[in-house]
């Protein structure tokens, strides 16, 4: 049981601000778990704690309380470049904003994971090409970021997430810059990824119709999991009316 | 309100315009102490000889006034580049472009006026105690080089404060052009450059014509005279521009390409090399010409310098002669390294100096060939002649004739008698040492201090010159202020042009700052970034660097016609090399240390 958890959270916390000055508590005491191949949503009003959460489990910052494992590494216990080969090599990131570097091609962009490690130009290509194909994005490969639309931007953007098989796919709002078209292509990209490469995925939205791709969703509120709901066998449309219920229900 | 706001602004970043302040004082200052040393008449009246340099003075001036508008055109880039996001959020807010444009105005203006007032002040007190020590180095006595001298100080702050008033509305308009977006997203640009075969193949070969007529002009200036400086002043600069801009994309494309670019961070450096050499391409050429002038003007300045004792041998064949010598003189003689030495009797009557042919059989008169064939002007050849030669060539020249002055009349004329003949003749009779020493240098000290004894005794005519120690301290007067003028512009250039390069580069951190924090975000090491700003840096310093280096080797063939051999432009300049080297480097090592601090992510804490 324990091999097939990805992500273990136990009894985090964060307190922002220094002891001398006005704190925060973002987040109180959160539980939950993330088994291999799943695909988990977290929901939450804007300011409830998402990004936080986000930031802890990737490293980006740390908890003040609380135990954070992810694929069998304690994440609270790692420092300096520990932390920095950890985020290189066990999670991929999608950024709401893209975050690629506007100074390298789409393939260069794809490629920076693996040139960390040190991987040989062969492999490397073999890798590149591979996950180019899976996301239709080959013929975008020599292009430059700012050649790109915002659609095309976040393809290049999961592509280098995934290039090196992390253990899990973290997104923070990945559609939250894109238009419906493109938001729903990147959905349908993830859920292939999720499916094909059998990757985790967690995704942070506030937005009904990307958490509907979900096969579980956590519902945040007030720095705390607040309910839970999984999809089961319902087609699509029909788990995001549930949602739309919950939301409902949770929001009062 | 916005005042306060953009205080806040200010508050923030103050370390980083502490080094902007820092940078423009130091400017103001070396600019007071060189408006100070060429314009002031008191202290030019009272060095008769370094008078002779004012025009290489004026030279200098108009040099520093270039290289400091280009300065302060740096400054307020990075200026500019700290404060655009915050403009555009004021104006985003609400605060209509008048106000805006107060506020910039305003600021650019106090900076820039606080920048000259402390600089002079500075430039004041280093008048007082560096140049006095600088001068001392080179063995320099400058009478009446006060500190305070109120034109200089009135130059360098109309100066300062006019280019910051030019500074301050260039910003108002540049801020008022450009729309608040841009201002909020400068940062995020990386042009990437595109590749045009044909154009650059046509620009690097007119690159490489203009630079060959460029080298071409400065090894010929013999026959192009002054003409040969502007045409290659203009040639070079345009010529290094545009070779560089058609070659610099195909190389680092080309290293884009191999696989050494596919590890770590490598790929990522050239990206950014990439978009920003290209930025630079100007900003290189200008600080590559830059460098190559002040490591000209050191190396040239210390070159006459160094070869100084080897130009004064050529002009006679004793170092100094001595008459009537006193105990304390002999002295000093025994103090001396001394190569040959010999003692005469004269007997001075009338218009003629008489000498005794015996003593003169005993220990010939040494001549030098130095003074006579060019062949020998730079290796000194001493010889005698037979005492029967030398009563009709020998004893006629300067070097014998000197040594019986007589006052503004010229010289006694000097006539060989038999020793019988000379105990008979009347007369007054003077005895007088003539010393060579092996190396003059060595000895200044002792022979400077045998001169003055020398001269309190025996009046000799200004402008007249015994022995070669005499010559040796005219010439080092006159070059000694080329010198001064070489290092001091030297070291002022290379302060410059490295700030400026400083300011260049820090200019684009903010932008920086996020392609890091990017980086910082998908796993990469700090210490890997480390390196990779190291490199990128070290790079961009180092371009103009080479080039310049490069240039000046090229440039001293300039003054080659003005030096024999084995006198050379090119001799010891290694030193002086190592020295430029070593300064350039200290400031690559401040601008690595502030742009790691400003880009580098702050790693979370608990
Ligand atoms: N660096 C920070 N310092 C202080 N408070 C913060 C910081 N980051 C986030 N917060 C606060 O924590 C709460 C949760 O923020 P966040 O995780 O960004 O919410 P979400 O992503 O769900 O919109 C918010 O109230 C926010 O103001
Ligand atoms: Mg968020």
Redesign the pocket.
Not at chain 1, 44 to 53: D, F, P, Q, R, Y
């Given at each position: 049981m324990a091999t097939n958890t990805v992500v273990d959270v136990h009894n985090l916390e964060k307190t922002?601000?220094k002891a001398n000055e006005r704190q925060?508590k973002?987040l109180k005491g959160l539980n939950f778990t993330v088994e291999a191949g799943e695909f988990v949503g977290i929901m939450?009003?804007?300011?409830?704690?998402?990004?936080?959460?986000l930031n802890m489990l990737s490293t980006l910052d740390v908890p003040t309380k609380g135990d954070v494992v992810v694929n069998g590494h304690d994440v609270t216990k790692m420092r300096g470049n520990q932390l920095a080969d950890f985020r290189a090599q066990e999670v991929g990131f999608i950024f709401q904003d893209f975050n690629l570097l506007e100074s390298l091609t789409a393939e260069e962009n794809i490629g920076l994971p693996l040139a960390l490690k040190g991987t040989a130009s062969r492999v490397m290509d073999q890798a590149i090409h591979e996950v180019a194909e899976t996301l239709s994005i080959a013929d975008l490969l020599s292009k430059y970021p700012s050649e790109l639309s915002g659609g095309q931007k976040q393809r290049v953007a999961a592509a280098r997430a995934i290039v090196h098989h992390p253990a899990i796919l973290m997104g923070d709002e990945p559609t939250g810059a894109l238009d419906s078209t493109s938001a729903r292509e990147l959905l349908d990209l993830m859920t292939t990824i999720n499916e094909k490469q059998h990757m985790s995925v967690l995704l942070?939205t506030h937005d009904p119709f990307s958490a509907s791709f979900c096969q579980r969703i956590l519902f945040?509120k007030d720095g705390q999991i607040g309910s839970e709901i999984k999809r089961g066998d319902q087609d699509r449309s029909a788990f995001y009316q549930q949602i739309l219920n919950e939301l409902g229900t949770f929001n009062e | 309100m916005l005042g306060k706001l953009a205080l806040a602004g200010i508050k923030h970043r103050r370390r980083d315009y502490l080094v902007l302040l820092v940078g423009l004082t130091m400017s103001a200052a070396i600019f007071y102490m060189f408006a100070n040393l060429a314009t002031n008449r008191a202290f030019i009246k009272a060095n008769a000889v370094v008078s002779q340099a004012s025009l290489i003075f004026g030279f200098g001036a108009a040099l520093l006034i270039l290289i400091t508008v280009v300065y302060i055109m740096y400054a307020n880039s990075f200026l500019l580049s700290m404060r655009q996001h915050d403009y555009g959020l004021f104006m985003m807010l609400g605060a209509t472009r008048k106000r805006v444009g107060e506020l910039v105005f305003l600021e650019t203006l106090i900076l820039g006026t606080l920048a000259t007032a402390v600089g002079i002040v500075i430039g004041l007190l280093m008048s007082q105690f560096l140049v006095g020590f600088l001068l001392d180095m080179l063995g320099l006595h400058l009478a009446h080089l006060s500190a305070f001298y109120l034109p200089a100080i009135i130059a360098t702050a109309v100066l300062y404060v006019g280019l910051f008033i030019l500074a301050s509305l260039f910003n108002l308009i540049r801020l008022t052009r450009t729309t608040v977006l841009k201002l909020l997203h400068t940062d995020e640009q990386a042009n990437q450059p595109k590749n045009h075969p044909f154009r650059q193949a046509v620009s690097a070969i007119l690159g490489i014509v203009l630079l060959a007529i460029g080298y071409w002009a400065l090894a010929a200036i013999k026959a192009l005279q002054v003409a040969a400086i502007p045409i290659a002043l203009v040639t070079i600069t345009i010529g290094t521009y545009l070779l560089f801009r058609a070659t610099i994309l195909v190389i680092i494309q080309g290293l884009r390409r191999t696989k050494w670019a596919r590890k770590h961070l490598n790929g990522f450096l050239l990206g950014q090399l990439n978009f920003r050499v290209y930025n630079y391409t100007r900003m290189l050429t200008i600080v590559s010409l830059l460098f190559a002038m002040a490591l000209g003007a050191i190396t040239v300045g210390s070159g006459y310098h160094r070869q100084l004792p080897m130009m004064a041998n050529s002009l006679g064949t004793y170092t100094i002669a001595v008459h009537d010598k006193t105990a304390q003189e002999q002295k000093l003689i025994d103090q001396l390294n001394v190569k040959h030495q010999a003692t005469y009797t004269q007997k001075r009557h009338g218009k003629v100096v008489y000498y005794n042919a015996a003593e003169l059989k005993q220990q010939p008169f040494e001549l030098n060939k130095g003074t006579t064939e060019a062949k020998y002007q730079t290796h000194p050849k001493y010889y005698n002649e037979s005492l029967k030669k030398f009563k009709q060539s020998g004893s006629q020249s300067l070097d014998f004739l000197s040594l019986a002055i007589r006052g503004e009349q010229g010289f006694f004329a000097p006539k060989i008698v038999s020793a019988q003949q000379f105990a008979k003749q009347p007369g007054k009779t003077v005895t007088v040492t003539t010393v060579r020493v092996k190396d003059m240098d060595q000895d200044k000290q002792v022979l400077k201090q045998l001169n003055k004894l020398e001269l309190k005794r025996f009046a000799q005519p200004a402008e007249m010159t015994v022995g070669n120690y005499q010559s040796y301290e005219l010439m080092s007067g006159f070059f000694g202020g080329l010198e001064f003028m070489g290092y001091f512009l030297g070291i002022a250039f290379l302060a410059m042009l490295a700030s400026c390069l400083m300011f260049k580069i820090l200019s684009g951190a903010p932008g920086d700052q996020r392609r890091y924090r990017m980086l910082y975000k998908v796993g990469v090491r700090h210490s890997l970034m480390r390196h990779g700003i190291a490199k990128e840096i070290g790079i961009l310093f180092l371009i103009p660097g080479i080039m310049g280096v490069i240039d000046v080797l090229f440039g001293l063939q300039m003054f080659k016609p003005l030096m024999q051999s084995p006198m050379s432009p090119y001799l010891g300049i290694g030193s002086i090399f190592a020295i430029f080297i070593g300064l350039y480097a200290i400031y690559y090592v401040i601008t690595l240390t502030l742009y790691w601090r400003i880009v580098l992510p702050k790693a979370p804490t608990d």
């Open positions: 922002y601000g925060y973002a939450g009003a804007s300011g409830s704690g998402k990004t936080t959460l942070v945040i | -």
